[in-house]
């Protein structure tokens, strides 16, 4: 049948269609490696066509097919990734497509050459879009390495499995009996590094198995299977899947991929993240510490202004300190805002709340993730409005409210401080207030944003925003 559609459609030479023959052979192999159905596709004299001279469904799973489609044509407004890579030679990843049954899969294609490196046809994946993802992940084979894998296998020219095209993971094919009758190059430098001096082509599965698995199991159960192992200073991911044909075992599959990097980077992230954390700590515990001693310094002195100060000082400390604190737990440099909002609002309650009044004090608004240095700016101006307003709104009143509300934007994002106090003239303590003239400085030089102040008899709202990066 291909030969005949290849002479019918196209103009390839002889060579090339023994070539296509050989390859559509080892099309089940395939099918059931990568778990999907898997076609042979030729250029015809149409451009915008595509002759299928071969085809394959897997055993190992569901065919979408219930008819054959070898003899049809594919064109290019229902599988534009067939055609693509017929025409550039270059493979194609994870396109949609119609299929001649009027469904809608998700295709991988890649070339195939001749000897002269002409593109003679292509090999298709399609696998169903609509599939659930949890099932999806459960019947996933070889997700990472079914293009390579699909690739090496193109490159069988005759029985013995020569391979040309060498991949990173490795491959080693075993027949009924347990017998390695294929390996890549790959794996043969990967047993060697092992120390497996001996050709493993002919050795027992249960000498080249690493991770203690059953031959007789994988065969039973034929389904994949999927480990993890140290061997040596090597981390190795392992995966296992039966071969079928009409529906019969026929051998086991093992792709071995050396994922010791991975690993040894992921323990760098972790030892990082560790010593961020510690940083962060560390440096929370300092800050503490400065604070405990001007409390105590505060303590002996008599003058009511200068513990005033004395207390000012020890708030704003304890404003950064708070940052560190959620920094040193997260071990990330991003925080959330009102976390830290919270924390400050307790700090303030501790050490800026009058005695004997009820002053209620709400955080609501918008979840936001800021990086560290943000969050100490912020958490300065949130902890001097606060202080600002637990000090001077309420002079005259035994209770109240400040509400303070995040507001996440596109490009800006903003914060309102808001109490129902006395109020106070804002031209009076443009220059005569530190708070404020400290409130002013952060937000223009550090957050780069803008400070707007409101005050009426009926309270007070000062709104202050910043760059979201």
Same mark, same amino acid.
């Given at each position: !049948?291909?030969?005949s559609?290849?002479?019918?459609?196209t103009?390839?030479?002889?060579?090339?269609?023994?070539?296509?023959?050989?390859?559509?052979?080892?099309?089940?192999?395939?099918?059931?490696?990568?778990?999907?159905?898997?076609?042979?596709?030729?250029?015809?004299?149409?451009?915008?066509?595509?002759?299928?001279?071969?085809?394959?469904?897997?055993?190992?799973?569901?065919?979408?097919?219930?008819?054959?489609?070898?003899?049809?044509l594919?064109?290019?407004?229902?599988?534009?990734?067939?055609?693509?890579?017929?025409?550039?030679?270059?493979?194609?990843?994870d396109?949609?497509?119609?299929?001649?049954?009027?469904?809608?899969?998700?295709?991988?294609?890649?070339?195939?050459?001749?000897?002269?490196?002409?593109?003679?046809?292509?090999?298709?994946?399609?696998?169903?879009?609509?599939?659930?993802?949890?099932?999806?992940?459960? !019947?996933?084979?070889?997700?990472?390495?079914?293009e390579?894998?699909?690739?090496?296998?193109?490159?069988?020219?005759?029985?013995?499995?020569?391979?040309?095209?060498?991949?990173?993971?490795?491959?080693?094919?075993?027949?009924?009996?347990?017998?390695?009758?294929?390996?890549?190059?790959?794996?043969?430098?990967?047993?060697?590094?092992?120390?497996?001096?001996?050709?493993?082509?002919? !050795?027992?599965f249960?000498?080249?198995?690493?991770?203690?698995s059953?031959?007789?199991k994988?065969?039973d159960e034929?389904?994949?299977?999927v480990?993890?192992?140290?061997?040596?200073?090597?981390?190795?991911?392992?995966?296992?899947?039966? !071969?079928?044909?009409?529906?019969?075992?026929?051998?086991?599959t093992?792709?071995?991929?050396?994922?010791t990097?991975?690993?040894?980077?992921?323990k760098?992230?972790?030892?990082?993240?560790?010593?961020?954390?510690?940083i962060?700590?560390?440096?929370?515990?300092?800050?503490?510490?400065?604070?405990?001693?001007?409390s105590?310094?505060?303590r002996?002195?008599?003058?009511?202004?200068?513990?005033?100060?004395?207390?000012?000082?020890?708030?704003?400390?304890?404003?950064?300190?708070?940052?560190?604190?959620?920094?040193?737990?997260?071990?990330?440099?991003?925080?959330?805002?009102?976390?830290?909002?919270?924390?400050?609002?307790?700090?303030?309650?501790?050490?800026?709340?009058?005695?004997m009044?009820?002053?209620?004090?709400?955080i609501?608004?918008?979840?936001?993730?800021?990086?560290?240095?943000?969050?100490?700016?912020?958490?300065?101006?949130?902890n001097?409005?606060?202080?600002?307003?637990?000090?001077?709104?309420?002079?005259?009143?035994?209770?109240?409210?400040?509400?303070?509300?995040?507001?996440?934007?596109?490009?800006?994002?903003?914060?309102?401080?808001?109490?129902?106090?006395?109020?106070?003239?804002?031209?009076?303590?443009?220059?005569?207030?530190l708070?404020?003239?400290?409130?002013?400085?952060?937000?223009?030089?550090?957050?780069?944003?803008?400070?707007?102040?409101?005050?009426?008899?009926?309270?007070?709202?000062?709104?202050?925003?910043?760059?979201?990066?």
């Open positions: !049948m291909l030969r559609l290849c002479k019918k459609y103009e390839l030479s002889e060579s090339d269609i023994k070539k296509l023959e050989k390859m559509s052979e080892i099309l089940p192999i395939i099918a059931d490696l990568v778990r999907a159905d898997v076609f042979i596709d030729c250029v015809t004299n149409d451009p915008n066509a595509a002759i299928v001279v071969a085809e394959a469904k897997p055993t190992t799973c569901t065919s979408m097919y219930e008819y054959s489609v070898v003899g049809e594919a064109f290019r407004k229902n599988e534009p990734a067939a055609l693509r890579t017929l025409e550039i030679g270059m493979a194609t990843r396109l949609k497509a119609i299929t001649q049954e009027n469904k809608t899969v998700r295709q991988n294609v890649v070339p195939i050459n001749n000897d002269a490196g002409n593109v003679i046809g292509v090999l298709i994946m399609e696998q169903d879009i609509t599939k659930d993802v949890k099932q999806d992940k459960k !019947m996933e084979f070889l997700a990472e390495t079914a390579q894998l699909t690739e090496t296998l193109l490159n069988f020219t005759d029985s013995e499995y020569t391979v040309t095209y060498h991949i990173n993971d490795a491959i080693v094919m075993f027949d009924q009996q347990g017998i390695a009758t294929y390996s890549n190059p790959r794996a043969i430098e990967l047993y060697k590094e092992l120390g497996y001096r001996d050709n493993i082509i002919g !050795m027992d249960d000498n080249l198995v690493l991770d203690g059953s031959f007789s994988l065969i034929s389904d994949l299977k480990s993890e192992i140290t061997v040596g200073k090597l981390t190795l991911q392992i995966k296992y899947a039966a !071969m079928k044909q009409d529906n019969k075992i026929v051998g086991v093992m792709l071995i991929k050396d994922i990097e991975v690993r040894e980077k992921e760098e992230l972790i030892l990082k993240s560790v010593a961020i954390r510690e962060h700590h560390r440096v929370k515990n300092n800050l503490q510490t400065i604070a405990s001693l001007l105590l310094q505060s002996r002195i008599n003058n009511e202004l200068v513990n005033k100060s004395f207390n000012e000082s020890i708030n704003r400390i304890l404003s950064i300190a708070v940052t560190h604190e959620i920094l040193a737990q997260n071990g990330v440099d991003d925080v959330d805002l009102k976390t830290i909002i919270t924390k400050i609002k307790k700090n303030t309650i501790n050490y800026g709340l009058p005695g009044k009820d002053i209620k004090i709400s609501e608004g918008d979840s936001l993730t800021i990086d560290s240095d943000k969050a100490t700016s912020i958490a300065l101006v949130v001097e409005l606060l202080h600002n307003s637990l000090e001077h709104a309420f002079d005259e009143k035994g209770e109240g409210f400040i509400d303070v509300w995040i507001q996440k934007g596109s490009v800006y994002s903003s914060i309102s401080i808001i109490d129902n106090g006395k109020g106070f003239d804002v031209k009076d303590t443009k220059t005569s207030s708070g404020l003239n400290i409130v002013r400085s952060i937000v223009k030089d550090k957050l780069h944003g803008h400070l707007n102040i409101d005050s009426t008899e009926s309270g007070t709202k000062i709104i202050f925003d910043f760059k979201n990066e």
